[in-house]
């Protein structure tokens, strides 16, 4: 075993956990551990097994049964239930009935026939891999460093010398069950062995017990990282050509480049994006060697899937501020870059190849500011940046000792339009209403706002939430992120009285996201006083924060919608005191009917330009909301001569139809104007009152 005195990967492993675990509990504690360092292996990538002696469901004889990932999932987060299972004898049985190379995808389907226990997990391409290599535990993971090694001009030679007869050396060749012939022979061959680097592809290994094989991987890990520090040249990527822009001006070119990229990409599919200025990032983005590295692409088929053939690099120039330019050039850079992808899909195309898919870019490369990402959601594009970083690393390592090699271009189409990919993705789940699309909701960590914001987040959409309140706002992300996932909310603390505090909001939603589609403006108060006792501040505030406020959200929320030009939905969240005058109440009331018009004109404007504006009218909802929850509960209470516990039994008994009305039935009228279901409705508004004769709009 090597020496890891001086490793810079920690050993995670506890050996008093790990005695409480049986074998597959084992495999998938080192799999997690595996799992959660991106120096071992990417999101998604590799994969780990285990021959595990078991007992036979049908005949009670003992089997040794293969515990290895199944399809997708990841290696980090997975559970048991991630593993698929199959019987060993008949999985080394296939090699009998194996036709060749030519029929090697037909092997996939029979994986199936040797599955244990009925485990309905998907089996994995490489499950070949792991079965034939001669060893009780086996890992495959996609560590920079190895693949550095592995992605270099003199792969095998430098494999060598790096690790002096430890491991083999296969050249690259797609994963499949020829691969892993050829992977078990050759650790048959060689039993001085303890892994094997596949060309251009990343680091199998092996041992007899579970944590041997997991310090194994690290200490390969660990050589690999160690001896590129020690050999490469410096400085890296042959040193900067363009110094970074300032923080703020990185932050500023990409909220004004990203709604512009996404309007012009998102036209068969709404795209969301990601953008990273990591040191790592800039320091590729900012380099001399940018123009010759980037299109060549990836070299691992895991990066590659995720980030296409090559990504696309805009000519900004931060010491001459060109981003005019940049924007003005856009069409014709995208264009180039479709043509260049629909020439690569023509040359590489075979007579059963899919139907060519999307030939927009994934990674958007920019000197001196760092990368944008777009993908179907804002996980898909976020990992697809993570995988670039990967390759960033790939290629400095590998150009820092030798040459860099990317993936062949017919290699490259091959794994792209794979038919076992492309029947991969046909088994995906139709994509929710809301999907690829990015909501603002200013209110959003109170009642309404909030039950807005799970109603979008349930159809796919990314939500951005907006309040005043910082405590409760990061409550309401939490929730979200659990519910959801870490990319589907993000909070914004925002006074929608402050123009510059607006102007910031949607800046970040920009750089969060990408852009924007849907705008719920929500936030708000409430007041009651007779019009004697009506102090002017109270009076400016109403107006603050329920009209000026609404101008505000909409004003800036229009110039992002402009930007992107493909349209969107502004929801105004109003009250029955839009419509219907209440004594008492003059300053609100005033001031939610300047809503309703304020809409009117919007949707006028917003018309030419397919930006809806509507608008939804709710009474009475008192549960979970921040302004029914102090003096104005108490002032109505007081008005209708009740206690604050028999308020919300008064509006229910009021309305026609006897019924009390929920936030989440505001936010179900809210979803329907922000989806495709009122695509033809605009300038409308929409009571969610219960029923009140008064409000009736005419």
Same mark, same amino acid.
């Given at each position: ?14 050996? @008093? ?23 071992? +292996?990417? !999101? ?7 021959? =595990?002696?078991?007992?036979?469901? $049908?005949?009670?004889?003992? @089997? ?20 698929? +299972?199959?019987?060993?004898?008949? *999985? ?57 090694? %592995? ?29 892993? $012939? ?21 680091? !199998? ?38 110094? %970074? ?7 500023? =070119? ?21 953008? +990273?200025?990591?040191?790592?990032? $800039? ?20 990066? !590659? ?14 010491? &001459? ?40 870019? =994934? ?7 760092? #990368? ?22 790939? #290629? ?23 038919? *076992? /990919? ?5 088994? #995906? ?33 990314? =939500? ?5 309140? /910082? ?32 102007? &910031? ?20 108060? &409430? ?29 800036? &929320? ?13 929801? !105004? ?11 008492? @109440? ?69 309305? #026609? ?10 936010? /179900? ?30």
């Amino acid at each position: 075993m090597p020496d890891r005195a001086a490793t810079q990967l920690p050993n995670l492993w506890d050996d @008093a956990h790990a005695a409480k675990l049986d074998e597959p509990g084992l495999l998938l504690y080192r799999s997690n551990l595996l799992g959660s360092d991106l120096r071992i +292996t990417n !999101f998604g990538g590799g994969n780990t097994s285990a021959k =595990v002696a078991s007992l036979d469901p $049908l005949d009670k004889k003992p @089997a040794t049964v293969l515990w290895v990932k199944g399809s997708g999932g990841d290696i980090g987060s997975m559970k048991l239930d991630g593993f698929s +299972t199959l019987y060993l004898d008949k *999985l080394l049985g296939l090699k009998a009935i194996y036709r060749g190379i030519a029929h090697e995808d037909e092997m996939v389907a029979l994986f199936n026939h040797c599955t244990f226990n009925l485990n309905p997990r998907a089996t994995s391409i490489d499950t070949s891999l792991h079965a034939f290599v001669p060893h009780v535990h086996v890992d495959h993971v996609h560590a920079d460093a190895v693949i550095a090694i %592995a992605a270099s001009a003199n792969a095998e030679e430098l494999t060598k010398r790096v690790f002096g007869g430890k491991l083999g050396f296969l050249p690259w060749q797609r994963p499949g069950f020829d691969l892993g $012939l050829k992977l078990g022979e050759m650790a048959t061959k060689h039993p001085e062995y303890i892994g094997v680097v596949l060309g251009g592809h990343g680091l !199998f290994t092996w041992a007899a017990t579970s944590k041997a094989s997991y310090e194994t991987t690290l200490s390969i890990i660990d050589e690999a990282a160690a001896w590129l520090a020690a050999n490469a040249k410096q400085p890296p990527f042959e040193g900067e050509r363009v110094a %970074a822009a300032s923080r703020a001006k990185r932050r500023e =070119v990409a909220a004004r480049l990203m709604p512009l990229i996404r309007g012009k990409i998102s036209g068969g599919e709404r795209k969301v994006g990601h953008f +990273t200025d990591a040191p790592v990032v $800039l320091e590729f983005v900012n380099s001399k060697a940018l123009a010759a590295l980037a299109p060549l692409g990836t070299s691992c088929p895991d990066h !590659f899937l995720r980030t296409k053939i090559r990504p696309l690099t805009l000519d900004y120039d931060p010491a &001459a501020d060109n981003l005019e330019a940049v924007a003005a050039s856009l069409d014709e850079r995208l264009a180039a870059y479709r043509a260049d992808y629909a020439g690569y899909y023509q040359r590489c195309k075979k007579p059963n190849s899919p139907a060519m898919r999307d030939p927009n870019a =994934v990674i958007y490369l920019v000197p001196g500011v760092g #990368m944008f990402s777009f993908a179907k959601d804002k996980a898909t594009a976020r990992v697809a940046a993570e995988f670039y970083v990967n390759a960033i690393n790939v #290629m400095r390592g590998a150009s820092g000792v030798s040459t860099y090699v990317g993936l062949p271009e017919q290699e490259a189409f091959d794994i792209e339009y794979w038919l *076992l /990919e492309e029947a991969k993705l046909q088994r #995906m789940p139709k994509a929710k209403s809301l999907a690829g699309r990015i909501a603002y909701i200013t209110g959003g960590a109170g009642g309404i706002g909030f039950a807005t914001a799970l109603r979008l987040l349930e159809e796919g959409a990314c =939500v951005v939430l907006a309040d005043i309140d /910082e405590k409760a706002l990061e409550e309401r992300v939490g929730v979200a992120a659990k519910r959801f996932g870490k990319d589907a909310a993000v909070g914004v603390k925002l006074d929608v009285t402050n123009e510059s505090a607006v102007i &910031a909001s949607l800046t970040e939603c920009a750089l969060a996201y990408g852009g924007v589609d849907i705008v719920v403006s929500n936030a708000g108060i &409430a007041s009651a006083a007779a019009i004697e006792d009506t102090s002017l501040a109270l009076w400016l505030k109403n107006m603050d924060i329920l009209a000026t406020g609404y101008f505000l959200v909409a004003r800036e &929320a229009f110039r992002l919608l402009l930007r992107q030009n493909f349209g969107g939905s502004v929801i !105004f969240v109003a009250s029955k005191n839009g419509l219907v005058a209440s004594p008492g @109440a003059s300053a609100y009331c005033a001031a939610k009917a300047s809503e309703i018009h304020l809409a009117r004109c919007l949707a006028l404007e917003g018309a030419p330009h397919g930006v809806r504006v509507n608008t939804v009218n709710p009474d009475a909802v008192l549960r979970g909301s921040k302004i029914w929850a102090g003096e104005w509960r108490e002032q109505r209470a007081a008005s209708n001569r009740v206690s604050e516990d028999e308020l919300e039994e008064v509006y229910r008994k009021r309305s #026609m139809l006897k019924l009390s009305v929920l936030p989440e039935d505001v936010a /179900e009228a809210i979803y329907f104007f922000a989806s495709d279901l009122s695509a033809k409705s605009t300038g409308n508004v929409l009571n969610v009152d219960a029923g009140n004769a008064q409000a009736f709009p005419r």
